[in-house]
């Protein structure tokens, strides 16, 4: 066997503009398109956003509202509740359902079941001219179920319409368990630059209307890494995600102890 050199983002192909460019970019919440799309947010040929009322603070649909109004370049809100999965999913041992992950307790369950129908039903239509589609991965990037709900429901529609699948390769201390238990081949991953300007705008936006749900002090990524979903299993190159740490640290102290897992996981 010859070694080969793992893949760096140096050595990692770029995006091909042209797979953009008529690519629908479909996000869960309001910010996701910033936080986990920064380098195609601004240029997919459409942005569709899923959710809109949280369901635990009257202020966040109202913001959000706001946001999209004034949202700097268009985009399809469609002001779905959220399915409130949130600390909900056991990713110790996270399973995957037809709809996403499965959640603690079987009222989420109903929930995540009828919100993945509807948004099934709405991408059938909302995809139709899409030639490419992005969205979250399968274990919700640093680990959360209303991503792993969309994926699933876009993932549904994109192979009824074999339509090219990519997905933003980030993962955390929370979701590296689900990452391992995930059912998909993964092409190449290819690198996009951030543009780092229109997410900072978009940021601001978000925090000027109070529904800003990550670090205020976070740093964009400069450069996002994408793979194409393909039919089958197969592991996610280590070497490609980009790993959340320090969120996790704050919000999950009891998940450090996985500390090896992770570090195993970027060797
Ligand atoms: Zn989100």
Redesign the pocket.
């Known amino acids: 066997m010859t070694n080969t050199p793992p893949m760096t983002l140096e050595t990692m192909p770029s995006l091909p503009d042209a797979l953009v460019e008529g690519a629908a970019l479909v996000?869960?919440?309001p910010?996701?398109e910033v936080?986990?799309f920064g380098s195609i947010a601004a240029r997919a040929q459409s942005l569709i956003v899923c959710?809109e009322d949280s369901g635990n603070a009257a202020h966040t649909a109202r913001g959000r509202r706001r946001v999209s109004e004034a949202f700097p370049r268009p985009a399809r809100w469609l002001r779905l509740n959220e399915p409130r999965t949130w600390r909900r999913t056991s990713w110790n041992d996270p399973t995957y359902t037809p709809h996403g992950l499965q959640a603690t307790d079987p009222q989420t369950d109903q929930r995540v079941a009828e919100t993945f129908a509807q948004l099934v039903e709405i991408l059938e239509r909302e995809l139709a001219g899409a030639t490419a589609v992005f969205t979250?991965n399968p274990w919700?990037?640093y680990g959360?179920a209303?991503?792993a709900l969309v994926h699933a429901a876009v993932r549904t529609v994109a192979t009824a319409r074999e339509l090219p699948l990519l997905c933003p390769l980030i993962a955390s201390l929370t979701s590296v368990r689900a990452l391992r238990r995930q059912q998909a081949a993964w092409g190449s991953p290819m690198r996009a630059d951030v543009d780092i300007e229109f997410c900072e705008r978009v940021r601001s936006l978000y925090v000027t209307h109070g529904v800003w749900?990550w670090d205020e002090q976070w740093n964009f990524w400069t450069r996002d890494v994408f793979a194409p979903v393909q039919v089958g299993s197969g592991t996610v190159p280590a070497s490609a995600i980009r790993w959340v740490r320090g969120f996790l640290d704050r919000e999950y102290p009891e998940h450090v102890e996985d500390r090896a897992v992770l570090d195993s996981s970027q060797a």
Request: proline share 0%.
């Open positions: 996000v869960a919440h910010d996701d936080l986990w959710f979250h919700g990037e959360h209303d991503h749900t």
